[in-house]
């Protein structure tokens, strides 16, 4: 198996920290580069103006706090990366994104931000496994 490109989506939970442990591990071990990619949750249409630019505001802020600490990492290791930040629904770009950057590979979390107690998999994890064309590698 080749792998050259990686497909790493963050959420900014534990879960994806080990998952970028991983990812890193596997990019410096097959010289491949990684894609970095943060999901960010639209805003509704209807919402009305101010909210509107106010939900945009925080959401691009959250988004970018969260790729900070990931591109830190990925720096710091000098691994070859591109960051996404993408809006839309988030099992479904993450599989259009691994599809699109041709990635060979997906590495995520089991689970994420809500951790919910007594479940093993995240449902977006659960939704990518679903739909992915890539093999997916589930951290926990
Ligand atoms: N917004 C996001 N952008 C990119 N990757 C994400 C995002 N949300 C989750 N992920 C990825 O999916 C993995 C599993 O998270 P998931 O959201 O499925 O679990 P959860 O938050 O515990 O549960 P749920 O969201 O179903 O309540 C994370 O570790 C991360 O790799
Ligand atoms: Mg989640």
Redesign the pocket.
Known sequence: MNITRILL???G?R??DA?ADMAMDMAASFNASVVL????KTVPTGLGQPNADELLEYLTKNAEVVMAHYRGRLDNARIDYIDLVVGGG?ADV?ANVAEVEKCDLVV?????????EG?I??????K?LNIAHCPVLVVK
């Not at 990619?37 to 960010?40: G, S, T």
């Not at 998999?121 to 659960?126: E, I, K, P, Q």
């Open positions: 989506p963050v959420d939970s879960f994806s998952a990619l943060h999901v960010r988030v993450i995520m979390g089991s689970k994420g931000k809500s951790n919910l479940l998999l995240g449902s977006v994890t659960h990518v």
